[in-house]
C-alpha cells in the first residue's frame, strides 16, 4: 500500500518502489530499490547530489509515496506499470509504446491463422514481436502469406466453393471440408518456426514431404514444395551470418543525444540475423547511460513475445540480477544479461550500437517537432508533444439526424486518410453531452479494432460540459495516455480536465491558433456531414422502402410514372408491366405507398 511521507521520514529498509513529487502533486520519478531507506536518503539527504541528475530531483521535491514489495523482482515489475501509468519526467521512457504491433498466430483455432495485431491476450495464441517499424512487419506478414498456405478469411465456415487465395495456391483449402488436419498443422509448425527466425529447419521439413511426395508419384504436389523451397531459401540467403555457432541472443544498445536517445535491438537466430527493431525514447534531464539501457531493457522484453537465452548489452546493468531473474520467469528458461569485452559477441554488440546510432539519426531528423506542437505541449502542461491531435465535434437540429465526426492532425497539418463519421444511435434527442460520450467511446475502440496509434490529445468542440462527457468516454473505453481539451467557440477559452478555470493561452498564439484550426476544421466536417444527411432525407420516397426495389427498378418506375403521385394513381397491373417489375412487386409497391400516403396525413 502506498503511503505518503515527508522527506527524512522513516522508511522500511526491504524492496520496494517509491514515487517523487513535486509541489503539484505530480510524480517526477519512478524508481525502485532493493533498499528503500537506502535509497530515499540519496534523494532527501543534506549531503552533496552524486549527479546532476539527483541535484534536480532534490530540487522539486516536496513529497513521495513508496510501496514495499516482497521481492526485488516484483519491485520491478511494478515499476515498470508505474512508469507506463504516470509517465514521470525524469524516466527513460518508449516515446511509442502505446501499442506496438505483434503478428498473431491463433494456435487455438482448429485452423490457426496469422494476423496483424496490437493486443497481447492469454488466448492460447502466439505472439512474434514487438516489431518496431510497422511497414517491416506488415512486409513480413505479406511474405508468409505467399510462402505458407494458411487461411486467410477472420472467420472460418465449410463453402460450397473455395477462396480465390485456394485457387492461386495461396490457402490450403480447410474449408472444402474433404481435408486433412494433420496436413494443415504441418504447414503451421513451419510458419511457427519460420517466425522464430529457423528458416533453415523449415527448408529441412519441406525437402522430407518433397522427397516422399517424389515417392508416392505426386509429382505436382511436389513441384509446389520445391517452389516453396526454393523461395524460403532465398530469403535465408539474404540473411546475414553475424556469429560462426548456431546460437540464439539479442544484442542491445542506446544510442543518446541530450533528452532524445533510441534503444536498438538486434535479433540473432541460428547465428544469422533476422530482425532490428529501434525504438525512440524520452528521456529525463542528467540520466545516464547504464539507467536508460536498464529501463529501455526492461520496458522492451516486458512486452516483446520472443525472449533468447542471452542478452548482450554494451553498457553495465546496476540490477542486472533482478532482471535475469525476471526475464527468466516470463522466458520460462535462464536468461542471461552479459557485457561482452571481446570475441564475436563484442561484435555483435558493436552491430547494435552502430544501428542505434544510425536510427538516431535518421528519427533525429524525421521526428523533430514542430514549434508549434512544443508550444502546445508546454501551454497545457503536457506529458509529451501532441503529435497526432484528433478533433471531435457534434452536429444536430434538435436531436434530428445527429452525427458526430473527428478529424486527425499529424504535426500540425491535416490527414484527411484518418476523418471519421458517425451516426449516433444511443442518444434520443438534443443531448450534447451523451452524443460527445458515444462517439468519443466510439472512435476510440474503432482505433483499438483497426489497430492504429491513438491520438495523443483529443480536442473537443466544446466548453466543460462536453469535456467531462469526452473524459468518462475515454476512461470508460480504459485507454490510457490521452491527453483532452476543449475549446469554446463564444469566448474561444481552452479548458483541460481537472482546471475549472480557462488555460491561460494568448490570443493569435501559435499554440491557440492550431486549436482553433482544428475545431473549425471539425466543426466544417461535421456541419457538412450533417447538411448531406437532410439532403439525402429530403430526396428519400416511399420507393426507398419496398423490400426488392433497389435504385435500378427505382428508376425505371420513375421512368415510366415521372413520380411517386403517379405510381399512386396507375394500378396494381400497370405498375406490373415495368420490365423487372411483376405482380407481387407491384402490390408491395402499392401498398408501401399507400401507408406512407396515411403516415404524411396522420402527422399533418
Known amino acids: 500500500m502506498a503511503k505518503t511521507i515527508k522527506p527524512g521520514a522513516s522508511v522500511p529498509t526491504g524492496p520496494g518502489v517509491y514515487l517523487l513529487k513535486d509541489k503539484n502533486d505530480r510524480v517526477i520519478y519512478v524508481g525502485k530499490a532493493r533498499n528503500l531507506r537506502s535509497r530515499l536518503r540519496t534523494y532527501t539527504g543534506k549531503g552533496e ?23 526485488e523482482t516484483e519491485a520491478l515489475i511494478l515499476e515498470c506499470n508505474l512508469i507506463k501509468e504516470h509517465r514521470p519526467r525524469y524516466n527513460v521512457k518508449l516515446r511509442d509504446d502505446k501499442r506496438f504491433p505483434f503478428i498473431k498466430l491463433t494456435l487455438f483455432e482448429d485452423f490457426p491463422r496469422a494476423y496483424v495485431t496490437r493486443l497481447v491476450k492469454e488466448d492460447g495464441s502466439r505472439y512474434f514481436g514487438p516489431y518496431t517499424d510497422a511497414k517491416a512487419m506488415r512486409r513480413t506478414l505479406r511474405l508468409i502469406r505467399q510462402l505458407f498456405p494458411i487461411r486467410q478469411c477472420p472467420t472460418f465456415k465449410l463453402r460450397a466453393r473455395p477462396c480465390l487465395n485456394f485457387q492461386i495456391g495461396r490457402c490450403l483449402g480447410p474449408c472444402r471440408g474433404e481435408f486433412d488436419p ?58 546475414r551470418v553475424l556469429i560462426a555457432q548456431d546460437d540464439d541472443r539479442d544484442a542491445v544498445a542506446i544510442a543518446r543525444h541530450d533528452t532524445y536517445a533510441v534503444g536498438s535491438v538486434v535479433r540473432v537466430r541460428g547465428g544469422k540475423l533476422i530482425a532490428c527493431e529501434s525504438c525512440p525514447l524520452d528521456v529525463g534531464p542528467g540520466t545516464g547511460d547504464s539507467e536508460i539501457a536498464e529501463t529501455f531493457l526492461k520496458q522492451f522484453y516486458g512486452i516483446s513475445a520472443d525472449l533468447p537465452r542471452e542478452i548482450l548489452v554494451d553498457v ?103 476523418y471519421r463519421k458517425y451516426r449516433i444511435k444511443s442518444v434520443k434527442g438534443a443531448d450534447d453531452y451523451a452524443m460527445i460520450r458515444e462517439v468519443v467511446a466510439r472512435h476510440l475502440r474503432r482505433i483499438l479494432k483497426e489497430d492504429r496509434e491513438t491520438p495523443d490529445l483529443l480536442l473537443i468542440d466544446g466548453g466543460k460540459g462536453q469535456l467531462s462527457a469526452a473524459v468518462e468516454a475515454v476512461r470508460a473505453v480504459g485507454v490510457r495516455g490521452i491527453a483532452l481539451a476543449a475549446i469554446a467557440k463564444k469566448e474561444e477559452e481552452v479548458f483541460v480536465p481537472g482546471r475549472s478555470s480557462p488555460v491561460p493561452m494568448e490570443d493569435g498564439s501559435r499554440a491557440k491558433r492550431l486549436l482553433q ?26 420507393l426507398d422502402d419496398v423490400p426488392g426495389v433497389g435504385p435500378s427498378r427505382k428508376e425505371a418506375l420513375l421512368t415510366r410514372f415521372g413520380s411517386v403521385a403517379a405510381i399512386r394513381a396507375s394500378s396494381i397491373e400497370e405498375i406490373a408491366e415495368v420490365r423487372g417489375i411483376g405482380i407481387e412487386t407491384a402490390r408491395r409497391i402499392r401498398a408501401a405507398i399507400e401507408e406512407a400516403r396515411g403516415g404524411d396525413r396522420s402527422g399533418a
Request: charged letters at 35%; one cysteine or more; aromatic letters at 4%.
Open 182 to 239: 494433420d496436413d494443415y498443422a504441418q504447414v503451421v509448425r513451419q510458419l511457427s518456426l519460420f517466425l522464430e527466425g529457423r528458416a533453415d529447419e523449415v527448408v529441412e521439413l519441406l525437402e522430407e514431404e518433397m522427397s516422399r511426395a517424389v515417392r508416392d508419384l505426386r509429382f505436382e504436389e511436389a513441384a509446389a514444395l520445391r517452389d516453396r523451397i526454393a523461395d524460403i531459401a532465398k530469403v535465408v540467403e539474404r540473411q
Open 49 to 71: 547530489p552524486p549527479d546532476a541528475k539527483v541535484a534536480a530531483l532534490r530540487s522539486r521535491l516536496t513529497g513521495l509515496d513508496y510501496i514495499v514489495t516482497e521481492s
Open 517 to 542: 484550426r482544428i475545431r473549425d476544421e471539425v466543426h466544417r466536417f461535421s456541419v457538412t456531414y450533417h447538411r448531406s444527411l437532410r439532403e439525402r432525407s429530403a430526396r428519400h420516397s416511399a
Open 316 to 418: 553495465d546493468l546496476p540490477d542486472r540480477d533482478a532482471i535475469e531473474t525476471w526475464l527468466s520467469e516470463r522466458a520460462g528458461h535462464a536468461v542471461s544479461c552479459r557485457t561482452p569485452k571481446r570475441g564475436p559477441k563484442r561484435l555483435l554488440a558493436a552491430f547494435a550500437r552502430e544501428n542505434a546510432r544510425d536510427t538516431l539519426r535518421r528519427t533525429f531528423e524525421a521526428r523533430r517537432t514542430p514549434r508549434v506542437i512544443e508550444d502546445l505541449e508546454q501551454a497545457l502542461s503536457l506529458a509529451r508533444p501532441p503529435r497526432l491531435i484528433s478533433g471531435v465535434d457534434i452536429s444536430n437540429v434538435g436531436g434530428d439526424l445527429a452525427v458526430g465526426t473527428v478529424v486527425t492532425y499529424r504535426d500540425g497539418r491535416r490527414d484527411p486518410a484518418l
